[in-house]
């Protein structure tokens, strides 16, 4: 379930936490598909982000998820099974941006 900016929601999708107001009151309930006139209401609310259904949203671009695999692991690449495991890990950042 991602969390997302406001500027970034689309009708149709649905919400999987629900969105309170300053004082805790339930303005929108977990499940409510988002439609034009929700988006708008919640962009009136100063609401910055909501949870939404779905996958998470990746924040950081293929290439900097590897540079930041490589710096993390550099200190360490000469040790043991380091090598094998950098190599997992590489496989699964790759398969999250297919």
């Known amino acids: ?18 969105v309170t107001g300053p004082n805790g009151m339930v303005l929108l309930g ?3 598909e988002l439609t034009e006139k929700w988006i708008e209401r ?3 609310m ?19 998820a590897l ?7 550099a200190p360490v690449e000469d040790k043991p099974r380091m090598g094998d495991i950098k190599k997992l890990v590489r496989e ?6 297919e």
């Open 46 to 64: 100063d609401v910055a982000a909501i949870y939404v259904d779905g996958p998470p949203v990746q924040t950081l671009s293929r290439e900097e």
């Open 67 to 73: 540079a930041a695999l490589d710096a993390r692991f």
């Open 92 to 97: 699964h950042i790759e398969s999250l941006y």
């Open 30 to 32: 977990e499940g409510t």
């Open 42 to 44: 919640i962009r009136d």
């Open 1 to 18: 379930m991602p969390k997302i900016s406001v500027d970034k929601l689309e009708p149709g999708m649905k919400l999987a936490r629900p």
